[in-house]
């Protein structure tokens, strides 16, 4: 009997960690309207930064799109942090040959999150946008994301990154359709209450509620973490729109989310206050069924193919859902083998694969986490291997 119900609780927990938070979140989305921020009497000082590891392909360009961008130009500067890179990166930041262009070496590859730590606090601007060396924004992307600091409650402002398109790989197109539907979710719980987590590719903050963080946190989920525990909230802003690569495969991909879940089961662990719904209000349970239900995903799937074993005896129903496991399961690992051996594989083996990975990804992220494992530094996917 105990065994039965855990099924179907189990059943009912994936169902709600996959469809139904998603399916609510958006219900009760629709049903709040989406407010205009107020206007701003006049555009802040703002501060790009830019972490940079060993970006000589991507720099010069990234640079060029920034000093394009529509902001007031006596109130915008950007810094680049080279996290000791051995590349030319230095080099063309260095001549770039523009007044609003500085660099900051940090020695001893020490990782983003430390960069950020020791750079920011010394800025004078009050606004700060946090993006990575390959994120390319629109001529807007600024102006629409500073605008909602015109409300005195707004912490964060999380931009929209959309993948490119063109030429992607099978990796790349599991990524970008997963990404379509998180910026729908980041939409709607962006109205509800705040937008969990920040993007490192656009995400905008009010510089004097930053706080330093550990080396080994993720600057862009610990860092909006801290500013809703400061009592702000977080906007997502879909028009402020910039444009990355995907992974080119799926081991680079797969190695990023254990990286990120790593990082992150840390950084909430940390700041775990947030999780506290009279400290923080709804947006608890928004981490809580977004983040925290979702690393686990893993672990009740585990659970559920588990007890599902036990109960193969008991009634045909639990033989069909056992089936569906298995066939599920098979196909995966059939899109393992193909990915493998020829590099690609088709969506009816290469998505139940992706779905399969990224929650094993999880689960060893957070065993990672317990075995005292840290990640501090980074490639970017277009070096990872």
């Known amino acids: 009997m105990i065994l039965k119900w855990l099924f179907w609780f189990l059943f009912l927990l994936l169902g709600y960690i996959y469809v139904g938070y998603p399916l609510f979140s958006m ?15 006049e555009w802040p000082s703002l501060t790009m930064v830019i972490s ?34 051995d590349d ?15 660099l900051i070496r940090v020695e001893g590859r020490r990782g983003k999150t430390h960069g950020i730590s020791a750079v920011v606090p010394a800025l004078t ?75 490192g590719a656009i995400y905008a903050i009010r510089r004097a509620l930053f706080l330093e963080m550990d080396d080994d946190d993720i600057n862009d989920f610990v860092n909006p973490l801290q500013i809703i525990i400061q009592g702000y909230r977080g906007v997502f802003e879909p028009a402020a729109i910039c444009y990355e690569h995907t992974a ?13 879940v790593n990082r992150s089961w840390r950084g909430l662990m940390k700041n775990k206050s947030v999780l506290n719904p009279l400290k923080t209000g709804f947006h608890a349970f928004q981490v809580f069924s977004h983040k925290m239900l979702r690393w686990l995903g893993g672990v009740f799937l585990l659970a559920f193919f588990i007890v599902n074993l036990f109960l193969w005896p008991v009634h045909w129903s639990y033989q069909l859902f056992l089936a569906a496991q298995v066939v599920f399961y098979l196909l995966a690992l059939g899109g393992w083998l193909m990915i493998r051996f020829t590099g690609t594989a088709p969506f009816l083996f290469s998505t139940p694969y992706y779905f399969t990975a990224v929650n094993i990804a999880s689960i060893l992220g957070i065993i990672d986490n317990y075995l005292g494992k840290k990640y501090t530094t980074w490639q970017t996917i277009r070096e990872a291997s």
């Open 248 to 260: 080119d495969s799926f081991d680079k991909e797969i190695g990023r989310k254990r990286r990120i």
């Open 52 to 85: 940079a590891y060993n970006e000589e392909t991507v720099i010069r360009e990234k640079l060029a799109n920034s000093i394009a961008l529509d902001y007031p130009r006596d109130k915008f500067q950007m810094v680049v942090i080279s996290d000791a890179s």
């Open 125 to 199: 601007s009050e606004i700060v946008v946090f993006s990575d060396a390959n994120a390319i924004y629109k001529e807007d992307a600024l102006l629409k994301l500073v605008a909602h600091f015109a409300d005195e409650k707004v912490g964060y402002v999380v931009g929209n990154a959309q993948y490119y398109k063109e030429e992607q790989s099978n990796a790349g197109e599991h990524e970008s359709a997963y990404w379509d539907m998180e910026v729908r979710l980041k939409m709607y719980e962006s109205r509800l209450s705040s937008v969990v987590g920040g993007d």
């Open 88 to 102: 030319r990166t230095d080099e063309i930041v260095k001549n770039y040959g523009d007044e609003r262009v500085r």
């Open 27 to 41: 219900i009760l989305g629709r049903l709040v309207r989406s407010e205009k921020p107020p206007r701003l009497s």
